[in-house]
């Protein structure tokens, strides 16, 4: 019938955006947030203050996501990985990210999921 296994099991992803991303902020997940022609995008292995190439784009319902080829211009934060599967099984996705950022990252989206979801705003907060 001339199907392939591959053609059916393998997501099709298409190289959307050609010309690098600035990214803007980190999203909920900790991947990088930007915007690509107009619509938001999810870059996994990029940091706030990254400019970024991105390959395997895909798009669903209007929202893009695609995965840092190359780190045009490194954040301060970023660190190479000491896990040597690094971006292959998925247990480690933010070692690129120093530890102390992470700390500090991860307490400002659960301050921000806190407010947004809740409508709670600690009086103070301890330290990590």
Not at 22 to 27: A, E, H, P, Q, Y
């Amino acid at each position: 019938m001339g199907l392939s296994c591959i053609s059916l099991f393998e997501p099709r992803m298409t190289e959307f955006v050609r010309e690098a991303l600035l990214i803007g902020k980190l999203s909920h997940d900790l991947r990088g947030f930007a915007y690509a022609n107009g619509k938001p995008c999810f870059v996994e292995n990029a940091l706030p203050g990254e400019k970024v190439t991105v390959r395997a784009w895909k798009e669903k319902a209007g929202v893009m996501e695609g995965v840092a080829e190359r780190v045009l211009v490194a954040a301060p934060e970023r660190v190479t990985p000491l896990c040597p599967h690094y971006g292959q099984c998925g247990g480690c996705d933010i070692q690129h990210i120093a530890y102390t950022a992470q700390v500090v990252w991860k307490e400002q989206l659960l301050l921000e999921q806190l407010q947004k979801l809740g409508g709670v705003v600690p009086q103070q907060c301890l330290p990590a």
